[in-house]
């Protein structure tokens, strides 16, 4: 039995839905991302398990609990936002300590449990502060001592990092992961940055327009994404559109160039369109014809970018193809206007689905 | 640069003896009771009246209770319309507007009409009942003061996400009102009160019509019979007023916190 269960959650503002149907099983101590671009739910879904929004259908159960009609303060939750919402009329100490002094701590246990808070977060000399007189990063520090001095169930993030500038963002997103493992608490993270949701998470929720596109590991949804959108979203992809001329083998056409697929494609008949997805970075340019799935193409343009050279280039049937060349490969680039010819390897073709929804999260 | 600096020194100059000279004036006429020298003697007098203590501390009882109603029933419901109604707020902010529209006299007399001694409800006829609806007449009045004030202190601060980030840590609305909400709006709760012992203070109309013994009739009364009296009357309340603002400045320029 998973810790957190979110079945069927939905919700609608007026005519318009925010959630279409989300579904999801976290284990105790999962970190799970939910990503996907501004506006497509992941606010609505994270407020619907702290209890601020109530769902138009489905439920949220905690550790075997149905809390989906309890106020938020009854579920034991722990929330940290984007704009860090500190007590601005309270001290750092203050605002640590609010949840404890609200459930009627004994005051010796609330200092002790502050002072365990402060160093979890590396704080200690900051107690007496208020709000306005910290940087964003320790702002947020403090927010999530809050959040987590209550001991919290499930501990849910709100685009945390986003309003932090680079350099913060990356040392304060190792550190939630290390306070996150140390404590052992299950977290929902909400992002629009496909780097934090990877380098975070144990698994990730593609969204998009209200609805689940992918659920999995981090590595799972970047190499083997299952619709566009996630190919796309996450990370850079080539999405092909292209023909099947044997599905057995799994030979495809793309424009007029037949490429080798590696896959078999039973439930598909030849002449069906299928979408594969192809990233620039498994896409060598070769001097030669002739190996399998080397497709002729002409350079548009070059972009150096430092350690990735990224190419555009068209092939047959004005299809364009993005390739990202590192190391040797991109010491010689060819110039726009070259002629020269694309290869990979048929198991970097991923298949994608056509838009599937009611995705059941495992 | 220079030119600019010049007019604003003239302005500031013009502005200065408008204010000051009916003053001064003022001040020079109340000195003169006694013929012939300065003295103190109309100040004497005024503050020697006991209708002047009568009127005043009754006045400064109104004021304290109209600021409370005015707080309890005003503070929550600007918060609630913030957090559950944003879209109502224009038409609240214009219902609160309503007592500097409607003329305080058209207010007092449905009030008579309301609760006269031949109503449902003949307030007006025991001293209590008039008190009663004295304060409530000043919290109508009140409302524009107040509500502002409180509905700007709310602007200031983020109503929604701090109620939730309290509520998260296990809070009951309650709790979130007194530990949250009004520790970050009390300079704005304040201003808003001193405005309104203000106003409470030197009102005349309401004091009048009810035949309560406030302050403001009391000048009144004093002004249409004496002469030096209400000149020193005048300044007294001006130095209240002028006091209260004050207040509202220290407590405003006073950082939450710090
Ligand atoms: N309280 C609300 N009333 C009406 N529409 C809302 C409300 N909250 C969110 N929405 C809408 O629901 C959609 C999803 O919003 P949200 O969950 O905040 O997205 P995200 O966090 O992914 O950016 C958006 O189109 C947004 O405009
Ligand atoms: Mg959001």
Redesign the interface.
Same mark, same amino acid.
């Given at each position: 039995m998973s810790f957190l269960t979110l079945q069927g959650l939905r919700k609608s503002f007026g005519a318009s839905v925010a959630v279409q149907d989300f579904s999801l099983e976290a284990e105790r101590g999962e970190f799970i991302s939910l990503l996907g671009p501004s506006g497509c739910g992941k606010t609505t879904v994270l407020r619907m398990i702290a209890g601020f929004e109530a769902p138009s259908a489905g439920r949220v159960v905690i550790d075997g609990e149905d809390v989906t009609h309890l106020p938020s303060r009854a579920r034991r939750i722990g929330m940290v936002f984007q704009s860090y919402a500190l007590f601005p009329n309270l001290t750092v100490e203050g605002n640590i300590a609010f949840g404890l002094k609200v459930a009627g701590m004994a005051k010796d246990a609330i200092a002790e449990r502050v002072k365990e808070m402060l160093a979890l977060i590396g704080l200690p000399q900051l107690a007496g502060r208020f709000p306005s007189e910290l940087s964003g990063g320790q702002q947020q520090r403090v927010a999530l001592a809050r959040a987590v001095a209550i001991r919290p169930r499930i501990l849910l993030l709100d685009e945390p990092l986003s309003a932090l500038d680079a350099k913060i963002r990356v040392s304060l997103r190792e550190d939630l992961r290390a306070i996150q493992r140390e404590l052992g608490i299950t977290a929902i993270f909400v992002t629009h940055d496909q780097e934090e949701a990877l380098a975070l998470s144990h698994r990730v929720v593609v969204m998009s327009e209200g609805w689940v596109e992918q659920v999995g590991t981090p590595a799972e949804v970047y190499r083997t994404p299952r619709t566009p959108f996630v190919a796309t979203f996450v990370g850079t992809a080539n999405v092909l559109p292209c023909r099947i001329v044997d599905a057995v083998s799994g030979r495809v056409a793309l424009g007029s160039v037949e490429i080798d697929a590696a896959h078999a494609l039973p439930e598909r008949k030849v002449g069906d369109t299928v979408v594969l997805a192809l990233r620039p970075e498994a896409i060598s340019i070769l001097p030669f014809d002739g190996a399998t799935n080397s497709i002729a193409a002409v350079v548009r343009d070059v972009t150096f970018l430092g350690p990735v050279a990224r190419l555009r280039l068209v092939i047959d049937g004005d299809v364009a193809v993005t390739v990202d060349l590192h190391g040797e490969a991109a010491r010689a680039l060819p110039d726009a206007g070259a002629r020269v010819v694309l290869w990979f390897r048929p198991e970097s073709l991923q298949f994608l689905d056509r838009r599937e929804h009611n995705l059941e999260a495992g | 640069m220079k030119a600019g600096k010049l007019w604003r020194r003239i302005v500031l100059a013009v502005m200065a003896l408008y204010v000051l000279v009916p003053l001064v004036g003022v001040a020079e006429f109340a000195l003169r009771m006694r013929r012939g020298v300065y003295s103190f003697d109309a100040f004497v007098e005024v503050f020697g009246d006991d209708r002047f203590q009568e009127t005043f501390l009754y006045s400064c009882g109104m004021a304290l209770v109209t600021v409370v109603i005015g707080v309890v029933l005003i503070v929550p419901a600007a918060y609630a319309v913030r957090l559950h109604a944003p879209r109502l707020r224009s038409f609240v902010e214009f219902v609160t507007l309503l007592p500097l529209v409607v003329p305080a006299i058209v207010i007092v007399f449905g009030y008579l009409r309301l609760y006269g001694s031949d109503s449902f409800l003949p307030l007006t006829d025991t001293d209590t009942g008039a008190d009663a609806l004295l304060a409530f007449g000043y919290v109508t009045l009140s409302l524009p003061y107040i509500y502002r004030s409180v509905d700007a202190g709310l602007t200031s601060?983020?109503v929604r996400? =701090?109620t939730?980030? *309290?509520?998260? =840590?296990? *809070? %009951?609305p309650l709790?979130v009102m007194l %530990?949250?909400v009004l520790?970050?709006i %009390?300079t704005s709760v304040l201003s808003g009160a001193f405005l309104t012992a203000a106003i409470v203070l030197g009102e005349f109309t309401f004091a009048s019509l009810l035949d309560r013994p406030a302050f403001g009739p009391y000048m009144q009364l004093l002004g249409a019979n004496r002469a030096y009296e209400p000149a020193a009357l005048s300044l007294v309340a001006f130095a209240l007023t002028w006091g209260l603002m004050a207040l509202i400045g220290a407590f405003g320029g006073r %950082?939450?916190?710090?």
């Open positions: - | 601060m983020d996400t =701090l939730e980030a *309290a509520e998260s =840590l296990g *809070a %009951r709790t %530990r949250v520790p970050n %009390r %950082r939450p916190g710090s």
